[in-house]
């Protein structure tokens, strides 16, 4: 396929305008505005398109073609609040260039996803604009920054029945060297808080002879979770895991980049026992972790006082591997907690929606999407078994059973959810072509895949 300079400069013409709209979920701003944006280039790109009420912004629908191939591509059109404004070098909602990128909320994530795979699929349609010969449905949500409140009930509501192959994932990465990371899974999340209440009120601490103290009840519940090693320690945790399958196991036997190179790009002073160069990246991708987010409770003013609290409270969170149901994690926490006689902790779930999936990475359209990611950005991709975060896939993954695919042009320093958020120009360019060329091939494949004798037959 080819794109032109008209293509991209149309692109980016695309990209300054939804970037114009201020589509703050968290604030509830023009997402009605920004969805009836995001349905028009939709349609002018010859999609179906429907607007669909979610429990904050509305879904943009987007359908075309049809065969035995489906194509999901997931974006959203929300961003996360400009604030703090004054670190901004140039206003958040006016996309700006400089020095070889382009800076403005929602430039990488996900309105700048979103662009490049809209100019990419025009300039595909340019070429070949007769009837597609799969399925493709684009869906753009309003509320991702916010939790993806209505998403998996919306889909369920919407396409019943829908067996899809791939989805298109709202983002990827590219490394510090720009070689694009394909994430193939992430992990679930469960998002906890414990509470403990010992007393009517805060008392003289000289009572500590005798009362007990809930923080220190908190932490002695929460020192008995996990061991040095980062090992959760609750009965069952691990039981429902599988084991990875050798294609994963030889993707995480080759780290991308070193463990010394994290610690030195996050600042991380020490690890936890026994990670090392030869499993750290293992265990980001495929091991569950248990986090403290932070403990509240007693006297944290300046000066001294001696005060034994009557309250206290501790935010943890669960990041979770396949198998893994967050609601049965925090059966197991609780029957944890009561079997070590903190049943007086209280245990209240603040997330527990997002479960972990993985695809196989050796689906012939990933492979196909490498492919052309190595011939448009020089460097062969690295597949990702798992990101080491959790997003809301499994609606895709596991109800529509689609293999999931996250190419896209989030580097580095794109500073998501931060000033100064933006994009590469190249990477925005490069990853236009990728997708021209991406959708051309499918379409290719869906022909030759349609048209092939059945297997077994000669
Ligand atoms: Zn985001």
């Known amino acids: 396929m080819s794109v032109t300079d008209e293509t991209l400069a149309q692109a980016r013409q695309i990209l300054t305008d939804l970037v114009a709209i201020p589509s703050v979920s968290a604030r509830r701003q023009s997402l009605d505005a920004c969805a009836a944006q995001v349905a028009n280039l939709l349609e002018t790109a010859g999609l179906r398109t429907e607007v669909h009420p ?18 999901i591509i997931y974006n959203h059109y929300d961003v996360q609040p400009e604030e703090p404004v004054a670190e ?21 994530d996900d309105k700048g996803e979103f662009v490049s795979r809209l100019a990419g699929w025009n300039a595909f349609r ?9 399925r493709l449905i684009w869906i753009v949500d309003g509320e991702e920054e916010v939790g993806n409140p209505s998403l998996a009930d919306f889909l369920k509501k919407r396409f019943p029945y829908l067996r899809a192959d791939l989805c298109w994932w709202e983002f990827g990465e590219i490394d510090s060297s720009g070689r694009p990371v394909v994430l193939m899974g992430f992990k679930g999340i469960l998002a906890v808080e414990l509470a403990c209440t010992t007393a009517r009120a805060d008392l003289h601490s000289s009572y500590g002879a005798i009362a007990d103290n809930p923080l220190w009840r908190l932490s002695a519940a929460i020192a008995s979770l996990r061991n040095a090693d980062g090992r959760v320690l609750i009965e ?48 980001l991708n495929l091991a569950p972790c248990l986090n403290v987010n932070g403990f509240h409770g007693g006297y944290d003013g300046e000066g001294a006082k001696s005060v034994l609290p009557a309250q206290g409270s ?29 049943e007086d902790i209280e245990l209240t779930i603040l997330d527990a929606e997002v479960e972990a999936v993985r695809s196989p990475s050796d689906h012939w359209a990933v492979t196909l999407g490498c492919e052309l990611l190595e011939r ?13 975060a959790s997003g809301l896939a499994q609606p895709f993954v596991r109800d ?59």
């Open 54 to 71: 979610g429990a904050v912004g509305p879904f943009v629908i987007g359908e075309t073609g049809a065969g035995e191939f489906t194509l």
């Open 88 to 108: 901004w070098l140039s206003p958040p909602f006016a996309l700006t260039e400089r020095e070889g990128r382009l800076f403005g909320r929602g430039a990488a």
């Open 126 to 134: 340019a070429e070949q604009p007769g009837l597609l010969p799969f």
């Open 236 to 283: 069952g945790f691990y039981d429902e895991i599988a084991p990875p399958d050798d294609l994963t196991k030889q993707l995480v036997d080759k780290p991308p980049f070193t463990l010394d190179s994290m610690m030195d790009a996050t600042g991380v002073k020490n690890v936890l026992k026994g990670v090392k160069e030869g499993n750290f990246y293992e265990r």
């Open 314 to 342: 501790a935010k943890l969170d669960f990041r979770l591997v396949p198998d893994q149901d967050p609601r049965r994690i925090a059966d197991l926490l609780r029957a944890h907690l009561d079997r070590l006689g903190f």
């Open 376 to 388: 448009h950005f020089g460097v062969s991709p690295v597949l990702q078994p798992s990101s080491p």
């Open 400 to 458: 529509f059973g689609a293999t999931l695919f996250g190419a896209g042009l989030t580097h580095h320093g794109a500073m998501l959810h931060s000033p100064n958020e933006n994009i590469i120009i190249d990477q925005f360019e490069r990853m236009i072509r990728f997708a021209s060329d991406f959708f051309d091939a499918l379409s290719a494949q869906a022909v030759q895949r349609a048209n092939a004798p059945p297997s077994g037959s000669r």
